[in-house]
């Protein structure tokens, strides 16, 4: 049942550059189903409009949220400590349908966070997670490796990709340390802000990856032949809609999860539609509500 | 001073066009749907009044995402008036509503005159205890506004509807004229039985990062807070140049703002975007006035309306 409430602050972690999570202590984490997504309220009394955000983790009192920062409200959300307060509403949305057998589960970007809530509650052997990172600031790599086996394909790595990249691997690079001086290889740098880590590897959290490509997820998915019976996706448009032409070429049953600007949040105020390819027998036009019909869309009943 | 603890929410009771509400709190057309989502937070028996979203005599799919934008104190909205249409309207929502003690106005909206008057003598015999006709809404390219901005198109759709209708006819206004007291006397000389104002302003937003509008219909209507003091100064040159009641709306946040409105001259408000700031605020604007007339003694709301003059 979506609720209203004021709720406490129990951590918060920088994970990338503008990317932030924080632990609320919620009722609504016991409630909530992987897809789901709450509303956020800012103190700022000039910033009236909910922030709708995917519930990243959902547990018994506990929520957690995964978000990046675009614009003065998550700005506010990023920065408040242990102890704040903040108003929320929810849960929103329905749920990614429940499948059982192996899954390719693709997040890209900021779509990725609600991808950790559906895989922690699959089994972790039939998990195979896609992630897409425009570049090597990556998050979650790691709490996604313990739960199934998971890709990166990064669009801007800084250096070619060689044939075959796996954790066991050395990455070839240069790093351009701080005197200004080159090291082996093919002179190509890798993009600040991203440290090369303990295992030196050119993105973080590479050790946590079965493999990684250069490029988007489509490219990794048919260059390492990945496959499953059901795709579940999150993320840009543009990736969305080649996940959907993928789909429907491959007959595989694929739900999209999608976004769109919000108001009320709750099915009232018809801002968030999406096109569907049949007439809604809600609206009883080609629009249904993505804050109450979805977020989750079966691929063939949208169009994008 | 005695008299002071008598003071109750019966004490809130108003009459529009010979219609009792228990309080003088509706909710605006476009904030609330029918109330169905809304019914999970607050609880709709409370209200004074529910102005349903513009209902059409066939569904409209309304415009192009993105629909809102956010404002400093508002947003814009340019939905189109996407609905259902009348036939689903009145078999699914006003069916709901029939369950619910609160007066329901059903917004009536069309691109031609024949259009709004068929919806209204569909309209005859349901659930709908008002109408209020929109003929202000910013976000079509036919109908509505383009009603609203021309006296004597104003004039024309005013007397064809209230000729046809069976239930009192309240007449929206557009705030995007050059003389809205002149609208006002308008609707009242053609047989209006009320006025409400304001619908929104033509606004716009710029994303100055993706150098694009922030609306895909790149203009849309203005709500919130930040138009308040324009609406008030509205409703009070409205409320002085007819005698119909005038329902006053335009970024209400609180009692005191609900109150501010009727001192300016409304019988009755509605409280819009507020709604998706904070889904109990109908329910906290009514506590506040409650507040108000026990504070200060008011023992009929109605002695307020118009006593600043």
Redesign the interface.
Request: without cysteine; charged residues 20%.
């Given at each position: 049942m979506k609720r209203e409430e004021e709720v406490k602050v129990l951590s918060r972690e920088r994970l990338a550059e503008d990317v932030f999570s924080i632990r609320l202590e919620s009722s609504i984490g016991g409630e909530a189903l992987p897809g789901q997504f709450v509303s956020l309220y800012t103190r700022d009394r000039t910033k009236l409009l909910p922030r709708p955000i995917s519930i990243c983790e959902g547990k018994e009192g506990e929520l957690r949220l995964v978000f990046r920062i675009v614009g003065g409200g998550t700005h506010e959300f990023s920065r408040l400590m242990p102890g704040e307060g903040i108003r929320i509403i929810g849960p929103l949305g329905n749920g990614f349908p429940k499948r059982k057998g192996k899954a390719l589960i693709i997040g890209g970007g900021i779509g990725i966070p609600p991808m950790l809530f559906l895989a922690e509650s699959r089994n972790k052997e039939d998990n195979i997670i896609v992630t897409g990172f425009r570049d090597g600031d990556t998050f979650l790599l790691k709490e996604l490796s313990e739960n199934g086996s998971v890709y990166a394909a990064i669009e801007n790595p800084g250096l070619e990709a060689d044939e075959d990249h796996g954790q066991e691997e050395k990455f070839s690079g240069v790093v351009e340390n701080e005197s200004g001086a080159e090291g082996e290889d093919s002179g190509a740098k890798v993009k600040d802000p991203v440290e090369k880590n303990a295992a030196g590897s050119v993105f973080r959290g590479a050790e946590f990856t079965s493999g990684w490509a250069k490029g988007n997820v489509l490219n990794l998915i048919e260059e390492k032949g990945l496959s499953a019976k059901v795709i579940y996706a999150c993320g840009p448009t543009p990736m969305l809609r080649a996940i959907k032409e993928y789909s429907l070429r491959n007959g595989i049953e694929a739900f999209l999860s999608l976004e769109e600007r919000m108001a009320c949040g709750i099915g009232a105020c018809l801002s968030c539609v999406c096109n569907s390819e049949k007439i809604d027998d809600h609206s009883l036009v080609k629009n249904k509500r993505i804050c109450v019909e979805g977020p989750v869309f079966p691929s063939e009943e949208i169009i994008l | 001073m005695s008299e002071k603890g008598c003071i109750t929410e019966d004490n809130l009771r108003v009459n529009i066009a010979g219609v009792e509400l228990k309080n003088p709190v509706m909710t605006a057309s476009?904030?609330?749907?029918s109330g169905?989502?809304?019914s999970?937070?607050t609880d709709l028996n409370s209200l004074g009044a529910i102005v349903t979203?513009g209902v059409a005599l066939t569904?409209?799919?309304?415009n192009k995402?993105?629909?809102?934008?956010?404002v400093?104190?508002?947003?814009l909205?340019a939905?189109g008036l996407?609905n259902?249409?009348i036939d689903?309207f009145i078999k699914r929502d006003l069916e709901f509503l029939k369950a619910y003690d609160t007066v329901v106005i059903v917004n009536v909206c069309g691109k031609t005159v024949d259009e709004y008057v068929e919806v209204v003598k569909r309209l005859a015999d349901t659930r709908a205890d008002m109408l209020e006709i929109n003929v202000s809404c910013p976000n079509v390219k036919e109908g509505a506004i383009a009603f609203g901005q021309n006296k004597d198109a104003l004039f024309n759709i005013t007397e064809k509807v209230k000729r046809a209708a069976k239930q009192p006819v309240i007449m929206k206004l557009s705030p995007n004229v050059t003389n809205i007291a002149e609208m006002a006397r308008v609707c009242e000389a053609a047989g209006a039985d009320a006025i409400s104002l304001i619908n929104t302003f033509t606004a716009m937003k710029i994303d100055i990062y993706k150098r694009k509008f922030a609306l895909a219909n790149r203009t849309g209507g203005l709500s919130?807070?930040a138009i308040k003091p324009i609406a008030v100064r509205m409703v009070y040159e409205c409320a002085h140049a007819v005698k119909i009641p005038v329902i006053g709306m335009g970024g209400i946040a609180s009692g005191e703002d609900a109150i501010e409105f009727m001192m300016a001259g409304a019988r009755a408000v509605a409280v819009g975007?507020?709604?998706?700031?904070?889904?109990?605020i109908t329910k906290q604007i009514l506590r506040s006035m409650l507040q108000y007339i026990q504070d200060y003694n008011v023992r009929d709301i109605n002695e307020l309306v118009g006593c600043v003059n």
């Open positions: - | 476009g904030t609330f749907g169905m989502e809304y999970e937070f979203k569904p409209w799919e309304g995402t993105p629909r809102t934008a956010e400093t104190s508002g947003m909205n939905i996407q259902p249409g689903l919130g807070p975007m507020m709604n998706f700031n904070e889904p109990f």
